[in-house]
């Protein structure tokens, strides 16, 4: 039970510090001050007091996909291992579920941005949609790899792993968690894929299609996009932290490599570029031959 | 028995009745027959189904069809209800698209006097037992077809594609006459049920026979490469039978797959493994063409090959579950792969229809010429979203469980410890991925240009009101199917049960069952959480917004202050980055005339994406028959009296080919 409660708290508090961690991280290496940690939260609480302003061109979609998205990424959050290995809803086949789910948060984001008939919105969703087809692939691949491995079909299979494939399962491990954290980097929206702080509408993904979204729409769309981060960051934290820690121990870890990986997006994007929007797909085919490098170790470790 | 023979009359005679009425009263009067008889054949069908009576009936025909047996077993039950329903809303809608065309001389009564005869085919087709009559309703069956088809006769590209239809099929009988004779030949009889020894006495005659066959089938269900008639008789079609066609005349085409895998007994591995790799070509290949289409029914065309593919894909893991003896692989992989047989129908019928009733305000299924219709047409546009999602497979949805299903076949096939699954099996699996992320691109694109934003043309803004209460009647309760088959999965698990059973025979085949139900009840209820989460943040969010201003303005064009709908993204535009990603797998020419001049010129873009399997497959097997074939021309020089000499010729030669047989 207390499981569950803490997976629901850390679902709805942390993601928006996770994103302060981050400009925190950006502003030090730029030698700012920067704001504070929880700034994000006072964001977002302003955008929730602020009134709507909508397209003339929207339709009812416009309004309802937010909450939707929203909905979506939350319900693929239950299904993630926040604390002590444990989601808070936990079902066969549980890593396909939480990609459908999260698919179709994407599917009404990237309808709902086409939903103004602006040039620059259909640009995000176009890309959105055209990047997300390989990243699935990759997910699918690494994540079945794990059920294969550990006979195991539920997320729960990501503690299993060393004892079923023995010391392969740390290779298995190392590789998954680097294409998690390039997940964390395509799905977040973070450079080298896309920059969030660019305010040059040709270059950019998810920023541009929320370009029309005001008030407490956009404070969902900024929530939802910031859990999405934290879900890949707590299943990496789930699969470094030994099985057999008590809970203290377990937070503490847990803490500790959320703030890593928030430190290291943040580090990445102080110290280069994004990509140019062709190269992006090079990036992301990164992934699936990582996957297809998992098979390999598992054949081995299957049948050896 | 005789009830449901009595059904297939009155569909048949609901046709001709048609010719007496006048021309408004003639759909309704079919649609009387039509729901009678399909109402009988659906009652027999439910009670075969649920209470396992299996009817029989026999007669004999003079030589060489023998006797002919009709007989009622799980799987004709569930395809007989599946035309029945359906088919029934086809028919349905199909009585209201047609009051645009009435009195224009577009030869209403032959529409449904073929409309008849399609369908008394289509619902006799699953129970026949005998291979020369089972040949005879199926060429019923594609001739109809052939003449729905050709319902806007005055357009020439019409014309051209029903040939092309009709042409394919006979091929597509050639095969099937083949195979059937093979197998009749050894067994010196047409009854399906002789077949069985054959198929189990030698191994490479079985394994050859059963190709022929599946190539003469898979022509049929639109399977890859024998795709390439069903993108262009869809467009060519009125919806109405564009959805039937591909809801349900294609899956006539899996139907005898599966017909033929039941006749087999036991299987053989290289079968399981062939089906599981042309499923999957399939769907790949579907969607990967799908997602570049600019029209509307192109693109459902294209999608529909995607959806056999996922259908012969689930039947294929079924196989290999059966042939590595796991109960649980084969049970969950048939229950995806026949589910979605019924799911599809649903789907693409919604899609159909939808398309349809654009069609008749639009009047263009070109998607950038259409345009903010979820505010012209919202009801429609809220309908066909729902099939939008759920030929996506987007969770809540009916086409979610039966993907879902498959996949969970495939992550139990894990399991099997044997190096090929793992990895026939992981290929799969990455290939379902890929197919469902390409189906979210092709599906954001259909609706989002075609549905979204500004009107893209002159006749989008002509379009005020959405369609009359008749049209969106039969897709009300289409959407309706989607909503409850996918958030109760668990009742669908009593329906398919049987029909499972007639496939996977185990001892622990309960035990399978009893897994599934347990699975599909917890997805329900994972479903019914999700959609109150989103009923409580869309109430959270009504809540916050009650006291506050919500204002309409411009959209964010940038500062750029004379933005129009021609600058809104296209659907090539769309799909853009995607086909440069896959630029190897299109044919692509592109046309670019760019204004040269200093002042401002016209200029245009057009881009062509071809099919490339038709462009280096079909058209060159194609050239290649048309270069032999024109060494015969001389048998056809016009001249009466040589036609009635060959004629004569062939009747001697009939004669002695009797006296020989016999």
């Given at each position: 039970?207390?499981?569950?409660?803490?997976?629901?708290?850390?679902?709805?508090?942390?993601?928006?510090?996770?994103?302060?961690?981050?400009?925190?991280?950006?502003?030090?290496?730029?030698?700012?001050?920067?704001?504070?940690?929880?700034?994000?939260?006072?964001?977002?609480?302003?955008l929730?007091?602020?009134?709507?302003?909508?397209?003339?061109?929207?339709?009812?979609?416009?309004?309802?996909?937010?909450?939707?998205?929203?909905?979506?990424?939350?319900?693929?959050?239950?299904?993630?291992?926040?604390?002590?290995?444990?989601?808070?809803?936990?079902?066969?086949?549980?890593?396909?579920?939480?990609?459908?789910?999260?698919?179709?948060?994407?599917?009404?984001?990237?309808?709902?941005?086409?939903?103004?008939?602006?040039?620059?919105?259909?640009?995000?969703?176009?890309?959105?949609?055209?990047?997300?087809?390989?990243?699935?692939?990759?997910?699918?691949?690494?994540?079945?790899?794990?059920?294969?491995?550990?006979?195991?079909?539920?997320?729960?299979?990501?503690?299993?792993?060393?004892?079923k494939?023995?010391?392969?399962?740390?290779?298995?491990?190392?590789?998954?968690?680097?294409?998690?954290?390039?997940?964390?980097?395509?799905?977040?929206?973070?450079?080298?894929?896309?920059?969030?702080?660019?305010?040059?509408?040709?270059?950019?993904?998810?920023?541009?299609?929320?370009?029309?979204?005001?008030?407490?729409?956009?404070?969902?769309?900024?929530?939802a996009?910031?859990l999405?981060m934290?879900?890949?960051?707590?299943?990496?934290?789930?699969?470094?932290?030994?099985?057999?820690?008590?809970?203290?121990?377990?937070?503490?870890?847990?803490?500790?490599?959320?703030?890593?990986?928030?430190?290291?997006i943040?580090?990445?994007?102080?110290?280069?570029?994004?990509?140019?929007?062709?190269?992006?797909?090079?990036?992301?085919?990164?992934?699936?031959?990582?996957?297809?490098?998992?098979?390999?170790?598992?054949?081995?470790?299957?049948?050896? | 028995?005789?009830?449901?023979?009595?059904?297939?009359?009155?569909?048949?005679?609901?046709?001709?009745?048609?010719?007496?009425?006048?021309?408004?009263?003639?759909?309704?009067?079919?649609?009387?027959?039509?729901?009678?008889?399909?109402?009988?054949?659906?009652?027999?069908?439910?009670?075969?189904?649920?209470f396992?009576?299996?009817?029989?009936?026999?007669?004999?025909?003079?030589?060489?069809?023998?006797?002919?047996?009709?007989?009622?077993?799980?799987?004709?039950?569930?395809?007989?209800?599946?035309?029945?329903?359906?088919?029934?809303?086809?028919?349905?809608?199909?009585?209201?698209?047609?009051?645009?065309?009435l009195?224009?001389?577009?030869g209403?009564?032959?529409?449904?006097?073929?409309?008849?005869?399609?369908?008394?085919?289509?619902?006799?087709l699953?129970?026949?037992?005998?291979?020369?009559?089972?040949?005879?309703?199926?060429?019923?069956?594609?001739?109809?077809?052939?003449?729905?088809?050709?319902?806007?006769?005055?357009?020439?590209?019409?014309?051209?594609?029903?040939?092309?239809?009709?042409?394919?099929?006979?091929?597509?009988?050639?095969?099937?006459?083949?195979?059937?004779?093979?197998l009749?030949?050894?067994?010196?009889s047409?009854?399906?049920?002789?077949?069985?020894?054959?198929?189990?006495?030698?191994?490479?005659?079985?394994?050859?026979?059963?190709?022929?066959?599946?190539?003469?089938?898979?022509?049929?269900?639109?399977?890859?490469?024998?795709?390439?008639?069903?993108?262009?008789?869809h467009?060519?079609a009125?919806?109405?039978?564009?959805?039937?066609?591909?809801?349900?005349?294609?899956?006539?085409?899996?139907?005898?797959?599966?017909?033929?895998?039941?006749?087999?007994?036991?299987?053989?591995?290289?079968?399981a493994?062939?089906?599981?790799?042309?499923?999957?070509?399939?769907?790949?290949?579907?969607?990967?063409?799908?997602?570049?289409?600019?029209?509307?029914?192109?693109?459902?065309?294209?999608?529909?090959?995607?959806?056999?593919?996922?259908?012969?894909?689930?039947?294929?893991?079924?196989?290999?579950?059966?042939?590595?003896?796991?109960?649980?692989?084969?049970?969950?992989?048939?229950?995806g792969?026949?589910?979605?047989?019924?799911?599809?129908?649903?789907?693409?019928?919604?899609?159909?229809?939808?398309t349809?009733?654009?069609?008749?305000?639009?009047?263009?299924?070109?998607?950038?010429?259409?345009?903010?219709?979820?505010?012209?047409?919202?009801?429609?546009?809220?309908?066909?979203?729902?099939?939008?999602?759920a030929?996506?497979g987007?969770?809540?949805?009916?086409?979610?469980?039966?993907?879902?299903?498959?996949?969970?076949?495939?992550?139990?096939?894990?399991?099997?410890?044997?190096?090929?699954?793992?990895?026939?099996?992981?290929?799969?699996?990455?290939?379902?991925?890929?197919?469902?992320?390409?189906?979210?691109?092709?599906?954001?694109?259909l609706?989002?240009?075609?549905?979204?934003?500004?009107?893209?043309?002159?006749?989008?803004?002509?379009?005020t009101?959405?369609?009359?209460?008749?049209?969106?009647?039969?897709?009300?309760?289409?959407?309706?199917?989607?909503?409850?088959?996918?958030?109760?999965?668990?009742?669908?698990?009593?329906?398919?049960?049987?029909?499972?059973?007639?496939?996977?025979?185990?001892?622990?085949?309960?035990?399978?069952?009893?897994?599934?139900?347990?699975?599909?009840?917890?997805?329900?209820?994972?479903s019914?959480?999700?959609?109150?989460?989103i009923?409580?943040?869309?109430?959270?969010?009504?809540?916050?917004?009650?006291?506050?201003k919500?204002?309409?303005?411009?959209?964010?064009?940038?500062?750029?202050?004379?933005?129009?709908?021609?600058?809104?993204?296209?659907?090539?535009?769309?799909?853009?980055?995607?086909?440069?990603?896959?630029?190897?797998?299109?044919?692509?020419?592109?046309?670019?005339?760019?204004?040269?001049?200093?002042f401002?010129?016209?200029?245009?873009?057009?881009?062509?994406?071809?099919?490339?399997?038709?462009?280096?497959?079909?058209?060159?097997?194609?050239?290649?028959?048309?270069?032999?074939?024109?060494?015969?021309?001389?048998?056809?020089?016009?001249?009466?009296?040589?036609?009635?000499?060959?004629?004569?010729?062939?009747?001697i030669?009939?004669?002695?080919?009797?006296?020989?047989?016999?």
């Open positions: 039970m207390l499981n569950v409660i803490l997976n629901i708290v850390f679902i709805i508090l942390l993601p928006l510090a996770f994103i302060g961690v981050i400009n925190k991280t950006k502003a030090f290496w730029s030698g700012r001050k920067g704001a504070s940690i929880i700034q994000p939260y006072y964001d977002v609480l302003r929730l007091k602020k009134e709507l302003v909508i397209s003339r061109t929207a339709s009812f979609l416009f309004q309802i996909y937010p909450s939707i998205t929203l909905a979506a990424v939350f319900m693929a959050a239950l299904l993630i291992p926040f604390v002590m290995h444990s989601s808070v809803i936990t079902i066969e086949g549980g890593f396909i579920f939480f990609a459908y789910i999260m698919a179709f948060g994407k599917f009404l984001s990237v309808v709902g941005a086409m939903d103004v008939g602006s040039s620059f919105e259909g640009m995000g969703a176009s890309r959105e949609a055209s990047f997300s087809t390989l990243v699935e692939v990759a997910f699918f691949i690494i994540m079945g790899s794990i059920a294969a491995i550990t006979s195991d079909n539920t997320f729960g299979a990501i503690t299993l792993i060393l004892e494939a023995g010391t392969i399962g740390y290779l298995i491990k190392i590789l998954s968690i680097i294409t998690f954290l390039i997940l964390i980097l395509i799905e977040g929206c973070r450079i080298p894929v896309d920059d969030p702080n660019t305010h040059l509408e040709l270059t950019m993904i998810h920023e541009v299609m929320i370009l029309d979204n005001s008030g407490i729409d956009l404070a969902m769309l900024t929530y996009s910031a999405k934290l879900i890949f960051t707590s299943l990496i934290a789930n699969m470094i932290i030994p099985e057999s820690s008590p809970l203290l121990l377990f937070l503490l870890l847990y803490f500790l490599i959320v703030f890593a990986v928030a430190f290291g943040g580090t990445i994007e102080s110290a280069i570029a994004r990509l140019r929007m062709s190269r992006v797909f090079d990036f992301i085919c990164f992934t699936s031959s990582l996957g297809i490098i998992m098979l390999a170790l598992i054949v081995v470790s299957m049948f050896s | 028995m005789y009830f449901f023979l009595i059904g297939v009359c009155l569909i048949l005679a609901g046709g001709f009745a048609s010719i007496f009425a006048r021309e408004e009263r003639k759909g309704l009067l079919f649609l009387l027959f039509f729901s009678t008889g399909s109402f009988l054949a659906l009652v027999i069908s439910l009670d075969s189904l649920f396992s009576t299996f009817y029989c009936f026999s007669f004999n025909l003079p030589f060489p069809a023998g006797q002919v047996k009709l007989l009622f077993d799980p799987l004709s039950a569930f395809f007989i209800s599946m035309i029945a329903v359906m088919g029934f809303l086809g028919v349905f809608y199909g009585n209201s698209y047609l009051k645009s065309y009195n224009k001389d577009y209403i009564t032959s529409h449904y006097i073929f409309l008849g005869v399609f369908f008394s085919a289509l619902i006799l699953p129970v026949i037992r005998n291979a020369f009559f089972f040949l005879i309703a199926w060429e019923f069956m594609s001739l109809s077809s052939f003449f729905l088809v050709l319902f806007d006769r005055k357009k020439k590209e019409v014309i051209s594609a029903a040939i092309n239809y009709l042409v394919t099929m006979h091929i597509s009988v050639i095969f099937l006459i083949l195979g059937f004779s093979i009749s030949f050894f067994s010196g047409y009854d399906f049920s002789s077949f069985h020894n054959i198929f189990n006495n030698n191994r490479f005659l079985a394994d050859a026979v059963f190709v022929i066959l599946f190539i003469g089938f898979g022509f049929k269900a639109g399977l890859v490469p024998l795709h390439f008639w069903l993108p262009k008789a467009p060519a009125p919806s109405h039978i564009s959805g039937l066609m591909s809801g349900l005349m294609i899956k006539i085409g899996i139907y005898g797959i599966l017909r033929m895998l039941l006749i087999m007994g036991n299987l053989h591995i290289e079968i493994y062939f089906v599981l790799a042309i499923g999957i070509i399939t769907m790949l290949y579907g969607i990967l063409n799908a997602s570049v289409q600019n029209d509307i029914k192109k693109l459902l065309a294209y999608s529909s090959i995607e959806n056999i593919g996922i259908i012969t894909c689930g039947i294929g893991v079924g196989l290999l579950g059966i042939v590595y003896n796991n109960t649980l692989v084969a049970f969950l992989g048939f229950f792969g026949l589910l979605h047989i019924l799911n599809h129908s649903i789907f693409k019928e919604l899609l159909f229809f939808g349809g009733s654009v069609y008749t305000k639009a009047h263009t299924l070109n998607i950038d010429e259409l345009g903010s219709l979820t505010k012209r047409m919202p009801t429609t546009s809220i309908l066909f979203f729902t099939g939008v999602l030929i996506s987007m969770p809540l949805l009916n086409g979610f469980i039966s993907e879902f299903l498959i996949y969970m076949a495939l992550l139990s096939g894990f399991k099997i410890h044997d190096l090929n699954i793992v990895i026939v099996f992981m290929i799969s699996l990455a290939s379902m991925a890929l197919t469902g992320t390409m189906a979210l691109m092709c599906f954001t694109k609706f989002g240009i075609a549905f979204q934003g500004m009107p893209r043309s002159e006749k989008v803004k002509e379009v009101t959405d369609v009359g209460m008749w049209m969106l009647l039969p897709k009300i309760a289409l959407a309706a199917f989607i909503i409850i088959i996918g958030l109760l999965p668990n009742v669908m698990l009593l329906v398919f049960e049987p029909l499972i059973k007639s496939f996977v025979r185990a001892e622990n085949f309960s035990q399978a069952s009893f897994f599934t139900f347990n699975l599909l009840n917890i997805v329900s209820l994972v019914i959480i999700f959609l109150s989460l009923i409580i943040i869309l109430a959270i969010r009504s809540f916050l917004l009650k006291n506050k919500i204002s309409l303005y411009k959209t964010w064009d940038c500062g750029y202050q004379a933005g129009n709908q021609k600058m809104q993204y296209t659907s090539y535009s769309f799909v853009g980055p995607f086909v440069e990603m896959f630029s190897n797998l299109f044919t692509k020419k592109e046309n670019l005339n760019s204004p040269k001049t200093l401002p010129s016209k200029g245009h873009f057009r881009v062509n994406i071809d099919d490339l399997l038709e462009v280096y497959f079909t058209e060159p097997i194609i050239n290649g028959i048309k270069k032999i074939l024109a060494k015969f021309i001389w048998i056809q020089n016009g001249s009466t009296q040589i036609y009635i000499l060959y004629g004569f010729i062939f009747l030669l009939a004669i002695i080919g009797l006296f020989i047989y016999s």
